[in-house]
């Protein structure tokens, strides 16, 4: 039998688990999280709130936070290590800047250079006190607990993390707090601040809180990642003679931007046993596909910024041109996504120029196998782990054990399928 075959259950979603965490030692009782992604991000989350006085249970896929209230954290005796986790970092800070102590938080070398100034332009407006320890607007980062002024922000980008961290800061504040971004980026936070009891009102792309919340404990099962799925969606299109069911699969509205691409671009994708409750999970069935290429832009991006290294991969085996555009942020990821792309895929022989804000791709061109540089970006390794399925030649991927950030048994899975 050629192709991939079988059934997968991806890992749980990477921003839900996070978010599950954070909520849950804020809220009052015990927290059951169940198919939470044990990836080294997450963890970087968990032991966050362990030095804060959280006592957090992990057994095999189920997580029990006791949380003690929106004021039971207490000061960590030791610096906040977020790890590779810019979700950590940002979403936590919110979190810091009203608490009534005094906190240092850094994180591993991808994140010390990672812009923070996003968070602390409007942390600062709300009152808060906030320091680039180095001065240059990136993490090590010191945070002296305050009360903070209820604000509204107009932020300049589309960014789930941005928009976390006043909501949290929010709930500090002494109003309501309200941020608006350019174009809807993923609301788990609000959906999931709601669950747990907050009032978070939503309209257009405005979400405003109301302070001082009584967040009560919940049971949350996490739905599979979209993002972890994405390797396998190209994988079972691109790889002929496949067919492939992924389970439970969230398809969030602010995040299923691969699939509305995927579409455009001619894939075979079948939603089955659409779950609308809450977070939205269907199972989908990926089938082998002749794709061609398609403008990427507007406000689809932040609905599928996490996948563009897979979708560029995807664009350079696809006929025809595809254009990616406004989609700067891609620079500030965990490496700078567009100069990555660009040298990994022009390794493999693919026809591709990176733009300011994207990248265009004449697909078609034979690729070949290459040695890849991942810049330990997880989701340059698992695109190009992909790829290497695919082409003819050796393909090897210089520091492929970061997949472990959010997706720590991704090679053994494409292997399963492949069997
Ligand atoms: C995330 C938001 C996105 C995404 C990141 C996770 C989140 O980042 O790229 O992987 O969980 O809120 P931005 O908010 O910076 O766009």
Redesign the pocket.
Known sequence: MTGLHGELTVPGD??IS?RAVMFGSLAKGTTRITHFLEGADCLSTISCFRKMGIDIEKTDGEVLVHGKGLHGLSAPSEILDVGNS??TT??ISGILAGQDFDCELNGDASIQSRPMKRIMTPLSLMGADIESIKGNGCAPLRIRGKKLHAAHYNSP??????K?CVLLAGMYADGITSVTEPVL??N??ELMLNYFGAHVNSIDTTASIEPEPFLEARDITVPGDI?SAAYFIAAGLLTSGSEILLKNVGINPTRDGMLRICKAMGADITLLNVNDDGEPTADLLVRTSTLHGTTIGGSVI?AL??EIPMLAVMAAFADGTTIIKDAA?LKV?ESDRIAVMVENLSRMGADITATDDGMIIHGGRPLHGAEIDSHLDHRIAMSFAVAGTIVDGPLSILGGDCVNISYPDFYSDLYKLGE
């Open positions: 990477k921003s996070h810019g979700t940002r979403l980008v589309a960014s789930a993390q941005v976390s980026s993923r788990h936070t993002s932040p910024i996490d942020e990821k």
